[in-house]
């Protein structure tokens, strides 16, 4: 596809239940960026991949989260025994190259713990 | 220290100007001004950046002062369909993480 695609677009899940959200960036797009975007709130920033290694995972809330991205494309970010204070919408960003290149957004994953 | 400070929310009607301004009083010499769209249920979209005096593209025009220490994004003639939330960052060259804040909620009516 032409932009962000981000699976699935929502995701229900039950507290203690563990999660993966999937990203694909666009194709040649080195930078990859994960955030997260509460009710009424700008984006957060995760973790930020240039390639395969994650540059900055400063932003993971603490180490119930984890993303990978094994072949330099596509990430998976893990949640791992989700609580309530884990839903929100998930945002997958990449950019060319990253640092000051505009970067695009996919659509999201709403993520619901219940 | 919030990079930039933005009004919460603007109303505004159909065909109307809208002009959104930002404030980034400790803008550093190689900071850009850049400004991203998001509407209901999608991430944001780039709409444009700038570094001094004026940009402006087919969605907006950005006023940038000789000071550097506000921006003002403007919107020719919207329509019900602008109405989204406009982000305004200041990032260095060398950034690679976008820091938002809350934005400014903008709605038009008809």
């Known amino acids: 596809g032409a932009g962000v695609s981000q699976t699935p677009s929502n995701k229900v899940t039950e507290k203690g239940k563990y999660v993966e959200l999937r990203c694909d960036p666009i194709s040649g797009h080195t930078a990859l960026y994960w955030y997260r975007q509460s009710l009424g709130q700008g984006p957060e920033f995760l973790i930020y991949?240039?390639?395969?290694?994650?540059?900055?995972d400063s932003g993971l809330p603490n180490d119930r989260f984890f993303a990978v991205r094994p072949e330099g494309s596509v990430s998976t970010l893990k949640i791992q025994r989700t609580e309530r204070g884990d839903s929100a919408v998930y945002l997958c960003?990449?950019?060319?190259?990253?640092?000051?290149?505009?970067?695009?957004f996919g659509q999201g994953t709403r993520l619901t713990v219940v | 220290l919030a990079k930039t400070t933005q009004p919460i929310s603007m109303d505004s009607y159909e065909g109307q100007e809208v002009n959104i301004t930002c404030s980034h009083n400790?803008?550093?010499?190689?900071?850009?001004i850049t400004w991203y769209q998001q509407f209901p249920s999608q991430g944001p979209r780039f709409i444009i950046q700038?570094?001094?005096t004026k940009v402006t593209n087919e969605v907006a025009s950005l006023f940038i002062p000789a000071d550097r220490k506000s921006s003002t994004l403007s919107l020719p003639r919207v329509s019900l369909s602008d109405t989204a939330v406009y982000y305004c960052?200041?990032?260095?060259?060398?950034?690679?993480?976008?820091?938002f804040g809350a934005g400014t909620t903008v709605t038009v009516r008809a």
């Open positions: 960003a990449s950019s060319l190259t990253g640092g000051n290149t505009e970067a695009f």
């Open positions: 400790n803008i550093a010499t190689n900071d850009y």
């Open positions: 991949f240039q390639g395969t290694g994650a540059a900055d």
């Open positions: 960052l200041v990032e260095s060259s060398n950034d690679y993480k976008l820091s």
């Open positions: 700038g570094y001094k």
